[in-house]
């Protein structure tokens, strides 16, 4: 299936010496505390979203272990001196029943990243899409998998009572999370389409136009003030 491009939100991470470890399990030389500075994000749940979407949880499993070791982007303003973060842990955590993908990342601390620690910590850049891919968009109320074969049924419809949503399951991969500018334009309108036989391919485009939009509603998470 093509790219789906998910909201995530920056959140406080504590360093432990845990963390520690996990960060340079992925540097090539030992960095100290002082050294690095670290993020996570609350990304992607298992709940039905914006989009009529849900990720299994066996999804999201799979996901914490793809998307170690991967970048996060800066948005195109921050991205021209180089600053980049890594994945050094994910993980799936559970709060009142509903189980959210969290990745940590990390920074070095040098005099080129000084301002944009600075804009995370101050809460200026905090909003980040996540891109990854499932091999399988299954209708909720048919059971079809809508990467195939168009169903008919339109996420969002009710049918029979039961409102119709897509569960986005088999892990394919984890592509590189990005910083977002968030936009102004609504998204009244758009229907999703999922590119199976039947139907028109998906615009990736359109995707992340959506994923961003999405950041404008959804204020759940923590930030640094
Ligand atoms: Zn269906």
Redesign the pocket.
Known sequence: MDEIKKAAFVQKQPRTEEDLALINAQALRELKAEEVFVFRLAACDDQVDRDNERFTLSTLDRLAELFVGRTVLMDHQWSARGQTARIYAAGVEEHGGIHRLVLRAYMLRMPETESVIGAIEGGILREVSVGCAVKRAL?S????D?ARKA???QPGQTYDGQM?HVDLDQAEDAYEVSFVAVPAQPRAGVIKQYGGEGTPRSDAALSLALARQSLEELRYGGNFT
């Open positions: 209708c109320v048919c059971g079809a809508k169903c008919g049924h119709c």
